[in-house]
């Protein structure tokens, strides 16, 4: 039998060619993300003291900004802060669609599993009773778990998802808040923080599971990207999760307002020098209660108006205009 084996000379000589290969493809890619970037700036530019001249220009318009909108996914951007702080100025953009897609998968995985691990200790801290102990692991956890979310977030909307503004903001403030309860480890609040964590970490399973079936359904029909994420709070993609979903956010947000309703009444009880700790608890479950109910009522009222033109088209051509479509358009988008 013939010996094919290349000998070390000839597999040292591949590797050299190779490599010379690859540093000329990366000094090209960059240099041509650094032409495209400009021209889209150069593009932006023009258009912002643009006026169309008829509507068939505008739709033409309307249609090339959505074309650069979709290059632009694949394009360096500007980090957001959180990701400065971490990263710096570093480029968290991923070049190929299959990343993308990739990364998206394991950010679904990270949430369930260690909203599974948050459903566990809370578990845990009720079964035991109040235990300082276990209850400083689970607020532990809860800081690190979301911490590490609003970052994977933050690359995922930089390549592509879209992810209301809102439910980042949320996670930032749930930061702060768990932050401070750690801090506090306060005994009085222990219960009852465990059974809002149950609850809250039930909600979101019950979420994920419903949400990945329609986000499934929703890909196949082309109706959802493959960067489409089942975001945290009432984040819905069809009629007939709202109307399963609603009554478990509304029973979670108010459990939110009721955390600090309670915490105001223990405020009094805290050391003077630990009193003010207490109130910021109870203005942050506060202020999430109240932008996540004001979050649902808009989702209600934006899903119940599409689902009246699914089932009324004769309303499209009768009582709504192009502009009002457009905005519903957009607002699906957000969805």
């Not at 979709?70 to 702080?85: D, E, F, I, R, V």
């Not at 808040?177 to 979101?204: E, H, K």
Request: aromatic content about 14%; charged content about 20%; glycine content about 4%.
């Amino acid at each position: 039998m013939e010996n094919t084996e290349a000998s070390p000379d000839e597999l040292y000589s591949e590797i050299t060619r190779s490599y010379q290969q690859f540093r000329e493809t990366v000094d090209q890619f960059n240099k041509s993300t650094t032409k495209c970037k400009e021209a889209i700036a150069r593009y932006e530019e023009v258009m912002e003291y643009y006026t169309a001249p008829d509507e068939e220009t505008e739709k033409t318009i309307s249609t090339r900004r959505s074309e650069i909108d979709g290059m632009t996914y694949y394009l360096p951007k500007q980090n957001n802060l959180l990701l400065t702080l971490f990263v710096g100025d570093f480029n968290v953009v991923l070049p190929r669609k299959e990343d993308k897609i990739k990364y998206k998968l394991q950010y679904e995985k990270f949430k369930l599993f260690y909203i599974i691990g948050q459903l566990a200790f809370s578990s845990l801290n009720i079964l035991c009773g109040p235990n300082r102990i276990v209850e400083g692991l689970l607020q532990f956890y809860l800081v690190w778990f979301y911490c590490n979310l609003t970052m994977k977030e933050s690359i995922l909307t930089a390549n592509g998802s879209r992810i209301r503004t809102w439910w980042q903001v949320q996670h930032y403030l749930d930061i702060i808040l768990y932050a401070f309860l750690l801090i506090r480890n306060d005994g009085d609040f222990s219960l009852q923080f465990s059974l809002y964590i149950f609850y809250m970490s039930g909600c979101q399973v019950l979420q994920f599971y419903y949400q990945a079936g329609s986000l499934y359904k929703l890909r196949a029909l082309g109706r959802a990207t493959h960067m489409e994420v089942s975001a945290e709070g009432l984040r819905v993609k069809t009629y007939a999760d709202l109307q399963f979903l609603t009554p478990f956010f509304i029973l979670l947000y108010i459990f939110q307002s009721y955390n600090g309703y309670i915490l105001w009444h223990l405020a009094p009880k805290a050391r003077e020098d630990e009193r003010w700790e207490v109130y910021v608890c109870c203005l942050l479950f506060v202020i999430i209660s109240l932008g996540n109910l004001f979050t649902l009522i808009h989702v209600v009222i934006l899903k119940h108006q599409i689902h009246k033109l699914v089932k009324s088209p004769e309303l499209i051509r009768r009582n709504l205009s192009n502009s009002l479509l457009s905005s519903l358009g957009k607002e699906i988008k957000k969805q």
